[in-house]
Protein backbone atom coordinates (compact mmCIF):
# COMPACT_ATOMS: atom_id res chain seq x y z
CA UNK A 1 0.00 0.00 0.00
CA UNK A 2 1.21 3.20 -0.84
CA UNK A 3 1.97 5.34 2.15
CA UNK A 4 -0.46 8.01 1.21
CA UNK A 5 -2.97 8.50 -1.26
CA UNK A 6 -3.10 12.26 -0.86
CA UNK A 7 -3.96 12.46 -4.80
CA UNK A 8 -5.02 10.37 -7.49
CA UNK A 9 -2.38 7.62 -8.88
CA UNK A 10 -1.53 9.22 -12.34
CA UNK A 11 -0.16 6.81 -14.96
CA UNK A 12 3.97 7.17 -14.87
CA UNK A 13 6.61 6.40 -12.27
CA UNK A 14 9.09 7.97 -10.14
CA UNK A 15 12.16 6.44 -9.27
CA UNK A 16 14.96 6.07 -6.74
CA UNK A 17 18.16 4.43 -8.49
CA UNK A 18 20.97 3.64 -5.66
CA UNK A 19 24.28 2.26 -7.19
CA UNK A 20 25.15 -0.29 -4.46
CA UNK A 21 28.94 0.52 -3.67
CA UNK A 22 28.32 0.82 -0.37
CA UNK A 23 25.62 1.83 2.65
CA UNK A 24 23.20 4.38 1.38
CA UNK A 25 24.96 7.72 3.42
CA UNK A 26 23.05 10.92 4.38
CA UNK A 27 23.04 12.38 1.29
CA UNK A 28 21.52 9.14 -0.79
CA UNK A 29 18.66 9.67 2.22
CA UNK A 30 17.94 12.66 1.46
CA UNK A 31 18.12 12.13 -2.04
CA UNK A 32 15.49 9.04 -1.96
CA UNK A 33 13.76 11.01 0.47
CA UNK A 34 12.85 13.80 -1.88
CA UNK A 35 12.36 11.52 -5.36
CA UNK A 36 10.07 9.55 -3.09
CA UNK A 37 7.88 12.84 -1.65
CA UNK A 38 8.00 14.25 -4.82
CA UNK A 39 6.58 11.10 -6.78
CA UNK A 40 3.88 10.94 -4.04
CA UNK A 41 3.07 14.43 -4.19
CA UNK A 42 2.41 13.92 -7.72
CA UNK A 43 0.42 10.82 -7.59
CA UNK A 44 2.98 8.59 -9.26
CA UNK A 45 3.76 5.46 -8.01
CA UNK A 46 7.42 4.81 -6.92
CA UNK A 47 10.16 2.80 -8.07
CA UNK A 48 13.54 1.05 -6.52
CA UNK A 49 16.20 0.22 -9.47
CA UNK A 50 19.42 -0.92 -8.56
CA UNK A 51 22.50 -0.42 -10.27
CA UNK A 52 24.28 -2.48 -9.72
CA UNK A 53 26.33 -2.90 -13.37
CA UNK A 54 29.30 -1.49 -12.16
CA UNK A 55 31.08 -0.98 -8.57
CA UNK A 56 28.81 -3.54 -6.73
CA UNK A 57 29.55 -4.38 -2.89
CA UNK A 58 28.07 -7.60 -1.77
CA UNK A 59 25.02 -7.38 0.26
CA UNK A 60 24.53 -3.51 -0.13
CA UNK A 61 22.08 -3.31 -2.73
CA UNK A 62 19.80 -5.46 0.41
CA UNK A 63 21.19 -3.18 3.40
CA UNK A 64 20.27 0.12 1.53
CA UNK A 65 16.62 -0.99 0.58
CA UNK A 66 16.64 -2.24 4.56
CA UNK A 67 17.50 1.11 5.27
CA UNK A 68 15.26 3.26 3.47
CA UNK A 69 12.44 1.15 4.55
CA UNK A 70 13.88 2.05 8.41
CA UNK A 71 13.21 5.49 7.35
CA UNK A 72 9.67 4.68 6.19
CA UNK A 73 10.18 4.89 2.62
CA UNK A 74 7.89 2.72 0.48
CA UNK A 75 8.20 1.53 -3.09
CA UNK A 76 5.22 -0.24 -5.69
CA UNK A 77 6.96 -2.95 -7.43
CA UNK A 78 9.96 -5.25 -6.14
CA UNK A 79 13.30 -3.73 -6.61
CA UNK A 80 14.64 -4.43 -10.73
CA UNK A 81 18.41 -5.09 -11.05
CA UNK A 82 20.03 -3.25 -13.83
CA UNK A 83 22.79 -6.77 -14.13
CA UNK A 84 19.24 -9.14 -15.05
CA UNK A 85 18.76 -6.54 -17.54
CA UNK A 86 21.31 -7.07 -20.37
CA UNK A 87 18.80 -8.12 -23.00
CA UNK A 88 17.06 -4.85 -22.97
CA UNK A 89 20.19 -2.75 -23.18
CA UNK A 90 21.62 -5.03 -25.93
CA UNK A 91 18.88 -4.76 -28.15
CA UNK A 92 18.06 -1.21 -27.87
CA UNK A 93 21.88 -0.70 -28.60
CA UNK A 94 20.72 -2.90 -32.03
CA UNK A 95 18.44 -0.64 -32.68
CA UNK A 96 20.77 2.49 -32.73
CA UNK A 97 23.26 0.20 -34.49
CA UNK A 98 20.76 -0.57 -37.47
CA UNK A 99 19.75 3.55 -37.16
CA UNK A 100 23.83 3.81 -38.01
CA UNK A 101 23.58 5.75 -34.54
CA UNK A 102 26.85 3.75 -33.08
CA UNK A 103 30.34 3.23 -33.76
CA UNK A 104 33.55 1.49 -32.77
CA UNK A 105 36.00 3.01 -30.55
CA UNK A 106 39.45 1.61 -30.54
CA UNK A 107 40.54 4.43 -28.13
CA UNK A 108 42.07 3.57 -24.98
CA UNK A 109 42.40 6.13 -21.95
CA UNK A 110 45.80 7.00 -22.65
CA UNK A 111 44.81 7.73 -26.49
CA UNK A 112 42.10 9.94 -25.55
CA UNK A 113 44.14 11.44 -23.06
CA UNK A 114 47.39 12.04 -25.70
CA UNK A 115 44.67 13.51 -28.47
CA UNK A 116 45.25 16.92 -29.91
CA UNK A 117 41.98 18.35 -28.60
CA UNK A 118 40.43 20.76 -30.58
CA UNK A 119 39.91 23.82 -28.12
CA UNK A 120 35.99 24.14 -27.75
CA UNK A 121 36.40 20.51 -26.23
CA UNK A 122 36.53 20.38 -22.00
CA UNK A 123 39.60 18.08 -20.94
CA UNK A 124 38.92 14.71 -20.93
CA UNK A 125 36.19 14.78 -23.49
CA UNK A 126 36.48 12.34 -26.58
CA UNK A 127 38.31 14.05 -29.85
CA UNK A 128 36.54 12.08 -32.04
CA UNK A 129 39.29 9.91 -33.47
CA UNK A 130 37.36 6.96 -34.42
CA UNK A 131 34.14 8.17 -35.77
CA UNK A 132 35.05 8.23 -39.33
CA UNK A 133 37.20 5.56 -40.12
CA UNK A 134 37.01 3.47 -43.06
CA UNK A 135 36.76 -0.52 -42.88
CA UNK A 136 40.60 -0.73 -43.55
CA UNK A 137 41.35 1.44 -40.43
CA UNK A 138 38.39 -0.23 -38.37
CA UNK A 139 39.83 -3.50 -38.95
CA UNK A 140 43.61 -2.74 -38.01
CA UNK A 141 41.68 -1.24 -34.45
CA UNK A 142 39.74 -4.30 -33.90
CA UNK A 143 42.88 -6.33 -34.56
CA UNK A 144 45.62 -4.08 -32.55
CA UNK A 145 43.03 -4.38 -29.66
CA UNK A 146 42.74 -8.27 -30.24
CA UNK A 147 46.04 -8.36 -29.39
CA UNK A 148 46.13 -7.07 -25.66
CA UNK A 149 42.58 -9.10 -25.32
CA UNK A 150 40.68 -6.00 -25.56
CA UNK A 151 37.18 -5.77 -27.56
CA UNK A 152 36.03 -2.07 -29.28
CA UNK A 153 33.91 0.19 -27.09
CA UNK A 154 30.78 1.33 -29.15
CA UNK A 155 29.78 4.95 -28.85
CA UNK A 156 27.02 7.19 -29.67
CA UNK A 157 27.48 8.86 -32.73
CA UNK A 158 26.17 12.15 -31.37
CA UNK A 159 24.53 15.03 -33.54
CA UNK A 160 23.91 18.60 -33.14
CA UNK A 161 22.37 19.47 -29.06
CA UNK A 162 19.85 18.46 -26.48
CA UNK A 163 18.25 20.99 -24.56
CA UNK A 164 15.82 19.54 -21.09
CA UNK A 165 13.76 21.13 -18.50
CA UNK A 166 14.50 20.54 -14.67
CA UNK A 167 12.54 21.76 -12.18
CA UNK A 168 15.14 23.90 -10.92
CA UNK A 169 17.43 24.31 -13.24
CA UNK A 170 15.36 25.71 -16.30
CA UNK A 171 16.66 25.19 -19.54
CA UNK A 172 19.71 22.73 -20.38
CA UNK A 173 20.75 23.11 -23.62
CA UNK A 174 24.17 21.02 -24.26
CA UNK A 175 25.91 19.63 -27.19
CA UNK A 176 25.10 15.89 -27.83
CA UNK A 177 28.69 14.52 -27.55
CA UNK A 178 29.63 10.58 -28.52
CA UNK A 179 29.18 9.05 -25.02
CA UNK A 180 29.76 5.64 -24.55
CA UNK A 181 27.30 3.40 -25.14
CA UNK A 182 28.91 -0.05 -24.01
CA UNK A 183 32.26 -0.38 -22.97
CA UNK A 184 35.11 -2.54 -23.98
CA UNK A 185 35.05 -5.37 -21.21
CA UNK A 186 31.18 -5.75 -22.55
CA UNK A 187 29.44 -3.94 -19.55
CA UNK A 188 26.75 -1.44 -20.44
CA UNK A 189 27.56 2.00 -19.99
CA UNK A 190 25.51 3.81 -17.30
CA UNK A 191 23.87 6.54 -19.83
CA UNK A 192 22.51 3.27 -22.21
CA UNK A 193 20.98 1.82 -19.19
CA UNK A 194 19.56 4.15 -17.42
CA UNK A 195 17.74 5.67 -20.49
CA UNK A 196 16.50 2.82 -21.17
CA UNK A 197 14.94 1.54 -18.03
CA UNK A 198 13.63 4.92 -17.33
CA UNK A 199 11.81 3.89 -20.99
CA UNK A 200 10.59 1.10 -19.85
CA UNK A 201 9.48 1.67 -16.52
CA UNK A 202 7.35 4.55 -17.82
CA UNK A 203 9.44 6.67 -15.87
CA UNK A 204 8.06 10.39 -16.20
CA UNK A 205 9.95 12.14 -13.23
CA UNK A 206 13.52 11.82 -12.43
CA UNK A 207 14.42 12.75 -9.49
CA UNK A 208 18.36 12.27 -8.42
CA UNK A 209 21.59 14.51 -7.37
CA UNK A 210 22.58 17.70 -9.35
CA UNK A 211 26.10 16.15 -10.29
CA UNK A 212 24.11 14.44 -12.84
CA UNK A 213 22.68 17.78 -14.40
CA UNK A 214 25.16 17.67 -17.33
CA UNK A 215 24.27 14.05 -18.27
CA UNK A 216 20.73 14.59 -18.49
CA UNK A 217 20.42 16.64 -22.13
CA UNK A 218 22.82 13.61 -23.40
CA UNK A 219 20.52 10.75 -22.03
CA UNK A 220 17.28 13.06 -22.93
CA UNK A 221 18.53 12.52 -26.63
CA UNK A 222 18.65 9.15 -26.37
CA UNK A 223 15.45 8.81 -24.93
CA UNK A 224 14.38 10.54 -28.33
CA UNK A 225 16.20 8.18 -30.67
CA UNK A 226 14.95 5.33 -28.70
CA UNK A 227 11.50 6.82 -29.13
CA UNK A 228 11.33 7.15 -25.01
CA UNK A 229 9.10 9.87 -23.66
CA UNK A 230 11.65 12.33 -22.19
CA UNK A 231 11.07 12.48 -18.49
CA UNK A 232 10.72 15.56 -16.00
CA UNK A 233 13.93 15.93 -14.37
CA UNK A 234 14.74 17.62 -10.60
CA UNK A 235 18.19 17.59 -10.09
CA UNK A 236 18.77 18.03 -6.13
CA UNK A 237 21.43 19.87 -4.49
CA UNK A 238 24.50 17.16 -3.30
CA UNK A 239 25.29 16.71 -0.12
CA UNK A 240 28.92 17.65 0.91
CA UNK A 241 31.18 17.05 3.16
CA UNK A 242 33.86 19.32 5.05
CA UNK A 243 35.48 20.69 2.71
CA UNK A 244 33.19 20.66 -0.52
CA UNK A 245 33.73 17.45 -2.08
CA UNK A 246 30.61 15.14 -2.91
CA UNK A 247 29.67 13.48 0.24
CA UNK A 248 30.52 10.10 0.25
CA UNK A 249 31.63 6.28 1.60
CA UNK A 250 34.96 8.24 3.14
CA UNK A 251 33.38 10.31 4.53
CA UNK A 252 33.36 8.03 7.79
CA UNK A 253 30.57 6.62 9.23
CA UNK A 254 27.71 9.17 8.14
CA UNK A 255 25.66 6.27 7.11
CA UNK A 256 21.83 5.63 7.95
CA UNK A 257 22.91 2.20 9.18
CA UNK A 258 25.78 3.61 11.43
CA UNK A 259 23.75 6.41 12.86
CA UNK A 260 21.05 3.58 13.79
CA UNK A 261 23.90 1.01 15.28
CA UNK A 262 25.04 3.87 17.68
CA UNK A 263 21.19 4.47 18.73
CA UNK A 264 20.20 7.69 16.74
CA UNK A 265 16.26 6.96 16.60
CA UNK A 266 15.08 6.83 13.00
CA UNK A 267 13.12 9.97 13.86
CA UNK A 268 15.87 11.96 14.40
CA UNK A 269 17.63 11.35 11.05
CA UNK A 270 14.55 11.83 8.87
CA UNK A 271 14.03 14.90 11.58
CA UNK A 272 17.83 16.65 10.13
CA UNK A 273 17.00 15.14 6.52
CA UNK A 274 13.94 17.04 6.87
CA UNK A 275 15.15 20.19 8.72
CA UNK A 276 17.82 20.15 5.41
CA UNK A 277 14.95 20.43 3.15
CA UNK A 278 12.82 23.09 4.09
CA UNK A 279 10.46 21.00 6.50
CA UNK A 280 11.85 21.68 9.62
CA UNK A 281 10.37 19.62 12.62
CA UNK A 282 8.79 16.99 11.06
CA UNK A 283 9.79 13.59 12.27
CA UNK A 284 8.34 10.66 9.54
CA UNK A 285 8.70 10.56 6.25
CA UNK A 286 4.22 10.79 6.26
CA UNK A 287 5.15 14.24 7.99
CA UNK A 288 7.59 15.73 5.57
CA UNK A 289 5.12 14.81 2.43
CA UNK A 290 2.51 16.45 4.46
CA UNK A 291 4.25 19.81 4.76
CA UNK A 292 7.04 19.68 1.66
CA UNK A 293 6.85 22.27 -1.00
CA UNK A 294 7.78 20.74 -4.59
CA UNK A 295 8.46 24.20 -5.55
CA UNK A 296 10.72 25.44 -2.81
CA UNK A 297 14.11 25.67 -3.83
CA UNK A 298 16.75 23.40 -1.83
CA UNK A 299 19.93 24.23 -0.45
CA UNK A 300 23.50 22.31 -0.58
CA UNK A 301 23.58 20.50 3.03
CA UNK A 302 26.49 20.00 5.46
CA UNK A 303 26.09 17.40 7.22
CA UNK A 304 29.07 17.91 9.52
CA UNK A 305 28.64 21.27 10.64
CA UNK A 306 25.52 23.67 11.88
CA UNK A 307 22.92 22.18 14.14
CA UNK A 308 22.94 18.73 12.76
CA UNK A 309 22.50 16.46 16.21
CA UNK A 310 23.55 13.06 14.10
CA UNK A 311 27.12 14.14 13.70
CA UNK A 312 27.49 13.43 17.84
CA UNK A 313 26.18 10.13 17.47
CA UNK A 314 29.15 8.31 15.47
N1 LIG B 1 22.90 5.40 -9.76
C1 LIG B 1 23.17 6.80 -9.79
C2 LIG B 1 23.76 7.24 -8.46
O1 LIG B 1 23.61 6.54 -7.47
C3 LIG B 1 21.93 7.62 -10.03
C4 LIG B 1 21.53 7.58 -11.44
C5 LIG B 1 20.21 8.26 -11.76
O2 LIG B 1 19.43 8.53 -10.84
O3 LIG B 1 19.98 8.49 -12.94
O4 LIG B 1 24.41 8.26 -8.43
ZN1 LIG C 1 38.25 6.01 -30.37
Known sequence: MPTTALTQVRPGHGRYAPSPSGDLHLGNARTALLAWAYARLDGLAFLLRIEDLDRVQPGAAERQCEDLRLLALDWDEPPVRQSQRTAHYEAALGRLREGGMVYECYCSRRDIQDSPRAPHLPPGAYP???????????????????????????????????TIHDRFHGELTLPVDDVVLRRGDGVIAYNLAVVVDDGLQHVTQVVRADDLLSSAPRQAALARLLGYAVPEYVHVPLVLSEDGRRYAKRDGDLTVRALLAAGCPPEEIVGALAASIGVPGARTADEVLGRLDPAARLEVWWPHTGDSPLTSRV
Open 128 to 162: GTCRDLDEHQRAAGRERLAASGRKPALRLRGEGAS
